[in-house]
């Protein structure tokens, strides 16, 4: 009988999960994924994101699977596209509750927030309602919907805020300017600062006539708005 080997096999090592992350890439697939997500951004921008993978696919030059080897899921693509976005939106809520001003902190978060809404399109449905779980965006939510409350209580114990403004008022101010965001850049930006500004002075204390009862809008309503082709 032949002498058996006293040699193991080896069984193969396992193939690595794919990453969304850009560590340990290659130089080319590195660029691959760099092209994927700045193409993701303009489409988003310009249409919402409930553009199609092989849309973006094709901007970024790239087959549909090699887009999802970087990211498996659309949910990873949307949610690595906003990444920044959502760290500035943290970012401005936690500078406008540190303001010492609580007026100018509450004006301050409205206007950054209404600002960049009005120049991209699908930053309100992926900020604001559509993060998939790939992070915690429901504790993000419910983290950025305490901070709202709490400006509100600042600014009305303040007395420059009107004593029957809602902390869902925010959300009706959202989709409000939402409407703006189907012109060009420039003209979004200019038309949402005047209308900011519009409500902004409505908001604060004067002698207005006590408005309507609130509507019961939480900011995941706000995705449901059209985002265009």
Same mark, same amino acid.
């Given at each position: 009988?032949?002498?058996?080997?006293?040699?193991?096999? +080896? *069984?193969?090592?396992?193939?690595?999960?794919?990453? +969304?992350?850009?560590?340990?890439?290659?130089?080319?697939? &590195?660029?691959? $994924?760099?092209?994927?997500? !700045?193409?993701?951004?303009?489409?988003? /921008?310009?249409?919402? @994101?409930?553009?199609?993978? +092989?849309? @973006? *696919? &094709?901007?970024?030059?790239? %087959?549909?699977?090699?887009?999802?080897?970087? =990211?498996?899921?659309?949910?990873?693509?949307?949610? #690595?596209?906003?990444?920044?976005?959502?760290a500035l939106c943290v970012a401005v809520l936690d500078e406008a509750l540190r303001d010492p001003d609580p007026?100018? %902190?509450?004006?301050?978060?409205?206007?950054?927030?209404?600002?960049?809404?009005?120049?991209?399109?699908?930053?309100?449905?992926?900020?604001?309602? &559509?993060?998939?779980? /790939?992070?915690?965006? %429901?504790?993000?939510?419910?983290?950025? #919907? !305490?901070?709202?409350?709490?400006?509100?209580?600042?600014?009305q114990e303040s007395g420059q805020l009107r004593a029957d403004f809602h902390p869902t008022d925010v959300t009706?101010?959202?989709?409000?300017?939402? %409407?703006?965001?189907?012109?060009?850049?420039?003209?979004?930006?200019?038309?949402?600062?005047?209308? +900011?500004?519009?409500?902004?002075?409505? =908001?604060?204390?004067? $002698? /207005?006539?006590?408005?309507?009862?609130? /509507?019961?809008? #939480?900011?995941?309503?706000?995705?449901?708005?059209?985002?265009?082709?």
């Amino acid at each position: 009988m032949p002498a058996q080997s006293s040699r193991k096999r +080896t *069984a193969p090592a396992a193939e690595p999960m794919p990453s +969304t992350s850009s560590a340990g890439l290659r130089a080319d697939a &590195r660029h691959n $994924r760099d092209r994927i997500l !700045e193409a993701a951004r303009e489409a988003y /921008a310009a249409h919402g @994101i409930d553009v199609p993978v +092989t849309t @973006i *696919a &094709r901007r970024a030059g790239v %087959g549909v699977a090699t887009l999802y080897r970087r =990211f498996p899921t659309r949910d990873a693509l949307v949610t #690595e596209a906003f990444s920044e976005q959502l760290a500035l939106c943290v970012a401005v809520l936690d500078e406008a509750l540190r303001d010492p001003d609580p007026w100018r %902190g509450f004006c301050s978060l409205i206007e950054k927030v209404c600002a960049m809404q009005a120049t991209d399109r699908g930053f309100t449905a992926a900020f604001l309602s &559509r993060f998939p779980d /790939a992070v915690d965006f %429901g504790g993000q939510r419910a983290c950025a #919907e !305490e901070g709202i409350a709490q400006l509100v209580r600042r600014a009305q114990e303040s007395g420059q805020l009107r004593a029957d403004f809602h902390p869902t008022d925010v959300t009706l101010l959202l989709l409000a300017n939402s %409407g703006v965001a189907g012109e060009s850049p420039e003209v979004s930006a200019v038309a949402s600062r005047r209308l +900011t500004g519009y409500l902004l002075q409505s =908001f604060r204390v004067g $002698r /207005a006539a006590p408005l309507p009862p609130p /509507a019961p809008l #939480e900011l995941r309503r706000v995705h449901q708005l059209p985002q265009g082709p």
